[in-house]
């Protein structure tokens, strides 16, 4: 991954739930997370999603600042922040396993600027929580990009233990 930038407007329609993968984040780590999205309102949070093992279970998070010119919208990862993350992960043996952000007043929807701030290739899991509604809605998903302009999203599991 590298740091995004997007909009969370055009939401794009994801394919149905992959009842092969899940996500899954300890509810400690998941009250954490949205307290820093209901934190950052009315702009949109975001961060990293954190494993040392090769599994898709969440140890831990790191919030990145935004940076985006607008970020009630969008959001872009603060580069210094990003490359301080990537260098401790790699001296701790960890890995991003995704990344969180938040939608302020849409639902927990991937849009299309969502998609497009993937790198070129390969896949990335995305927790998006809504403040659309007053109970934050959580939902998560696997995005797979093939040659451009080709993104499968496929939302997964969601295990909040």
């Not at 991954?1 to 998941?30: F, G, Q």
């Not at 093992?53 to 969440?58: F, G, I, M, P, Q």
């Not at 938040?102 to 991937?110: D, E, F, Q, V």
């Not at 007053?134 to 998903?141: D, K, L």
């Amino acid at each position: 991954m590298n740091p995004s930038s997007h909009r969370d407007s055009e939401p794009v329609v994801p394919a149905a739930t992959s009842n092969e993968m899940k996500l899954t984040i300890s509810h400690d780590i998941y009250i954490s997370i949205a307290a820093h999205c209901e934190s950052d309102l009315p702009n949109e949070a975001c961060g990293l999603l954190i494993s040392s093992r090769s599994s898709l279970a969440v140890e831990r998070f790191i919030p990145i600042p935004n940076r985006h010119p607008q970020p009630r919208h969008s959001f872009s990862f603060d580069p210094m922040a990003w490359t301080s993350a990537i260098y401790e992960l790699d001296r701790l043996g960890q890995k991003v396993i995704g990344y969180y952000h938040s939608h302020p007043s849409t639902p927990a929807i991937p849009s299309v600027y969502d998609a497009a701030g993937l790198p070129g290739s390969g896949s990335a899991l995305m927790l998006i929580l809504s403040f659309a509604s007053p109970i934050p809605e959580a939902r998560a998903y696997q995005l797979t990009r093939g040659a451009y302009p080709d993104t499968i999203l496929s939302e997964i599991n969601l295990i909040i233990d």
